[in-house]
């Protein structure tokens, strides 16, 4: 049966587990300057309703790097902006490619896509989740600390997409989440009791500071998410005492380090000097999508 990987939780601890090591020794060969032939003549079709810079570059390299090709569309560039199903767009791509991409505006327009597909389908990022920013991030906490369980995490901002993938992770990882959030900007409900009755360790307060005390781990994103732009002034008053700064840093373990997916608004949810500073794990963070989608595709797509 065909994978897909819509949802972090697509994967149990073991797939976890191993997709982690491969990340890592695909990560060391790679600069070892040692080249592969693992996916020859596979074709990953990336479908982008929204903007991206990491995700598309990450994936079109993790491909070409694996012996496969991709291939970029633009959502509007195709028949399904003219109205096309996607059920109708699903089943012919199926025919042409071996796996589809897609960053989509709703998550069910991903779940569609899945359902109708007959190759593997990966979810790029919606609304609700970012499964494989989340392989990136917890790959950069177990290589800096050498374990993820038990890891005292704090969400500091808006309790979005990448953060119910956060949640959902703590499932696998062992995490100790604490998710801070303005009012009217927590994370989904339903999110917290999925993970909390799988057995993952997440909590939510209001006060940033309590959430960062002793953390290890210090996350955020962007207070405006892709789609969210009419709200931009609105969120912005909301957001004021959310911005990861030195102060709020002061509070956290003095070993903390910083995690952002990006694109980053310096002087919003994150200061200039946090991004810069010491603490910042930010640019591993970004350089191990590359690695770990590279070992999702493997696994995907391998025989
Ligand atoms: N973090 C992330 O998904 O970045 P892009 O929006 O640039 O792909
Ligand atoms: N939460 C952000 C993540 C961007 C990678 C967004 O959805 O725009």
């Not at 596979?42 to 995700?55: H, N, P, Q, V, Y």
């Not at 195709?78 to 199903?85: D, F, N, V, Y």
């Not at 994103?221 to 709020?248: A, H, I, N, Q």
Request: glycine share 8%.
């Amino acid at each position: 049966m065909k994978k897909d990987f819509i949802s972090i939780l697509d994967i149990n601890k073991e797939e976890l587990g191993q997709l982690l090591s491969d990340a890592i020794e695909l990560k060391r060969q790679k600069k070892a300057g040692i080249t592969h032939q693992l996916l020859p003549g596979k074709t990953l079709a990336m479908i982008f309703e929204k903007s991206s810079t990491r995700t598309h570059i990450s994936f079109e390299v993790g491909m070409n790097e694996l012996g496969g090709h991709a291939l970029f569309l633009n959502a509007r560039d195709m028949q399904i902006w003219r109205g096309e199903e996607i059920r109708d767009t699903s089943r012919a791509a199926s025919r042409y490619v071996s796996a589809m991409m897609i960053r989509a505006y709703k998550h069910s327009t991903i779940e569609e896509f899945a359902r109708y597909a007959t190759i593997p389908v990966v979810n790029g990022l919606s609304d609700m989740e970012h499964p494989c920013q989340l392989l990136a991030d917890i790959m950069t906490m177990q290589e800096h600390f050498g374990s993820t369980k038990d890891l005292k995490v704090a969400w500091v901002g808006d309790g979005n997409n990448v953060c119910h993938s956060l949640i959902l992770s703590t499932v696998l990882t062992g995490l100790d989440v604490t998710v801070s959030a303005p009012k009217g900007y927590e994370p989904d409900p339903g999110y917290m009791k999925k993970a909390e009755k799988l057995g993952g360790k997440v909590k939510f307060v209001r006060e940033p500071e309590k959430a960062v005390k002793d953390a290890e781990v210090i996350v955020t994103d962007t207070w405006v998410s892709m789609g969210d732009e009419g709200e931009r002034d609105e969120r912005l008053k909301l957001f004021g005492d959310y911005t990861v700064d030195s102060d709020l840093m002061r509070l956290a373990s003095p070993s903390a380090r910083v995690l952002h997916c990006l694109p980053a608004h310096r002087g919003e949810e994150i200061t200039d000097e946090v991004m810069e500073g010491g603490q910042s794990l930010i640019w591993d963070e970004a350089e191990n999508r590359l690695h770990a989608q590279k070992a999702l595709l493997v696994r995907l797509l391998k025989k």
